[in-house]
């Protein structure tokens, strides 16, 4: 099976489970895994912060960002489309008991007259504002980068309007790559940045939350609040070292196949979003009888919608997976159903 439905699906490598196998472990509540501490300060230093903290998923991280920027009653901002919203289980009010306002923006940008539109001045009857979160890259709109101008001058409005930002950057390193910008600069405008080592870098687990030292200090405590403090996690979070110190240049070769993918696609007659990154959106016509028609041919990929579906490159996918892949879906648009 070529399986392109999320680059979450890819196994470690023998190098990354040797580092796995070798990693020198402690008790990591107490603070004494010295690989999670390594991570931790890598981590931190790549997004130039004081301090990052390990966690289990980005949804923990998005939602101790969440949690130490707001307090309860709160109106957080975001995308419409945002990750942190739609596809955390409902967290921000599980969580943090804030209520999240959903902002328009094309390809998960919001533009500074939006976030000023939304504003709410100070009056009795009004939720207080806290706390602005950006995504980068954008998942539901197919992994677009969100422009550092762009991003830039959103922070800046946010600034004005006394809102700390929280910046989802599960795939922070694909914008990176694809741009050749260091994440950091995107980081330098945020107050917590969440990245992801489980996505396209590889690991099997973990991601991270940098921001200052004193924000991360709280957000160590949250993290134990919701089970996320863990013992011997060096085990773990060697994979998560490996990932960041070997893995984010060749996030190019992904975007790489991912353009050759979306043009195999278009050439084989589809509706595609050309992709900045690794993901792939395709109009389908049918996405669920698209879908089995395709793993028949041995390909799986997810519905975006009941039109709409995403493909992922990732380390495990080659170039002759994507001929494959392109070859299996030609195969179903001859045959018409892709309606
Ligand atoms: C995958 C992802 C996350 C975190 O997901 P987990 O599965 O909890 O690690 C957060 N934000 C975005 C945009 C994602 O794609």
């Known amino acids: 099976m070529i399986d392109l439905r999320s680059d979450t699906v ?3 490598t023998p190098q990354m489970r040797r580092a796995m196998f070798e990693a020198e472990v402690g008790d990591d509540v107490y603070g004494e895994d010295p690989t999670v501490r390594r991570l931790e300060e890598y981590v931190a230093g790549l997004l130039g912060k004081e301090d990052a ?3 289990p998923s980005g949804t923990m991280t998005n939602q101790i960002g969440v949690y130490v920027n707001t307090s309860r009653g709160d109106e957080v901002l975001v995308h419409q489309d945002a990750h942190v919203f739609n596809y955390e289980a409902g967290a921000p009010a599980l969580v943090s008991s804030v209520q999240v306002r959903q902002l328009p923006g094309e390809g998960g940008v919001i533009s500074p007259e939006t976030l000023r ?13 806290s706390l602005l979160c950006l995504e980068n890259t954008h998942n539901a ?3 677009r980068v969100y422009p550092l101008d762009a991003f830039a001058s959103v922070c800046e409005e946010a600034r004005g309007l006394g ?14 790559a694809a741009t050749g910008i260091p994440a950091r600069e995107w980081a330098a405008l945020c107050d917590t940045v969440s990245v992801c080592s489980s996505k396209g870098l590889g690991a099997p687990v973990g991601s991270l939350l940098a921001g200052d030292a004193g924000t991360i200090a709280e957000a160590r405590r ?5 089970g996320g403090g863990m013992r011997q996690a060096g085990v773990i979070a060697a994979a998560s070292l490996y990932a960041f110190e070997h893995n984010i240049d060749r996030l190019a070769e992904d975007h790489e196949r991912a353009a050759r993918l979306a043009r195999g696609l278009s050439s084989a007659g589809y509706e595609v979003v050309p992709p900045e990154t690794n993901i792939v959106l395709v ?5 669920p009888r698209f879908l089995e028609a395709l793993a028949a041919r041995g390909v799986l990929a997810t519905p ?11 380390l495990d996918v080659s170039d002759e997976d994507v001929e494959r892949a392109v070859e299996a879906a030609a195969g179903i648009a001859r045959f018409g159903v892709a309606g």
């Open 304 to 314: 975006r919608n009941s039109s709409t579906v995403r493909m992922c490159t990732h």
């Open 10 to 12: 890819t196994r470690p």
């Open 117 to 129: 539109a939304a504003a709410r001045p100070e009056n009795v009857h009004f939720p207080r504002q």
């Open 163 to 176: 809102l700390r930002v929280h910046l989802d950057g599960a795939r922070l390193f694909n914008a990176q």
């Open 283 to 287: 109009e389908v016509g049918d996405a």
């Open 222 to 226: 949250a993290r134990k609040a919701l």
């Open 53 to 55: 903290v390990y966690a």
């Open 141 to 143: 709109s197919g992994g």
